[in-house]
């Protein structure tokens, strides 16, 4: 058996590489004899630069930027020559703030514009920008205003991964669909309602572009919006553009089993998640699917997995899922489960 194991990330307790050599481990014991390929994917969320690096052999880098609300952070950023990869999260994701300090009123993507920086420094021209996980909803307002960024970026190119297409406005865009999410209240919502229209005109006036409407404006607070009317930045399928970048169709070739997985799968894993790419990108190898929540499980059956098993058990609470040691032992019982009687 030639296996190939190309997982995302199980939010808050495993990183994709940490999920793919927990499965691989699990398997060895299990099966010594097969030969076994690690693939750790993301989609342009958590993870991204970790797995476009494990692909493309770059460099992880730091640097001190502000996160969310002005206070210095530590942010990793991958370059590869002249590609640098970021993913704005590490700038001004969620992660940083306690929960009690949510507040997409006043967070800010300023650390963003930090990041491109110091990557500028380092020699990068293309940016490959991972969209996801932000605190913020700014329209990108933080990061354009660092002084010096346009100037820095000029001739810059800029891909966006990104895995929803909300525009910057309107009943599907940022500050409805998203802004809720990182702690804002129905009143909150319209006050940024309001701010991101206002923006819109702005951007339009500065660049000639309107954002309002265009698909994947929206990610990442607005951040999307941003890039697309400053930078002329194309928004591209994050799974895709990472397959792409793993080699993922070669690595396929003439093998009997993939397997997948994330942190929690359901109706939005369809939506252009990890294990959806991947299912994709198959070649008609049966992809096995092992995340740690599953709901919406008639959906991802119809979607064509051979086989779906969730890591977490039921009895188990979300806290108690996510402690590191506890999603291990689960996860090698889950590939126990589904290879023990494999010859």
Known sequence: MK????PDSFKGCLSAAEV???MSSALRELHP???IVELPLADGGEGTVDAVMSALGGKLL??????PLGRQVTARYGLCGELAVVEVAEACGLRHLAPEERNPLVATTSGVGELLLAARSQGASRFLIGLGGTATCDGGVGMMGVP????????CSFELLCDVDNPFVGPRGAARIFAPQKGASPADVEILEERMASLAQTMLAETGKDVRDMPGAGAAGGLGGAFMAYFNAASVSGIDRILDLAGFDSVVQGVDLIVTGEGKSDSQTLGGKVPLGVLRRAHNVPVMLASGRIEDLEALQEAGFSQIIQVSPENLSDEEATQKIVAIANLRQAIFTLFGGME
């Open 62 to 67: 730091q640097a001190a930027v502000s996160d």
């Open 20 to 22: 793919a050599a927990i």
């Open 33 to 35: 004899e097969w030969e």
């Open 3 to 6: 296996i190939v194991l190309a």
């Open 148 to 155: 010096g960024l346009k100037k820095a970026l000029e001739g």
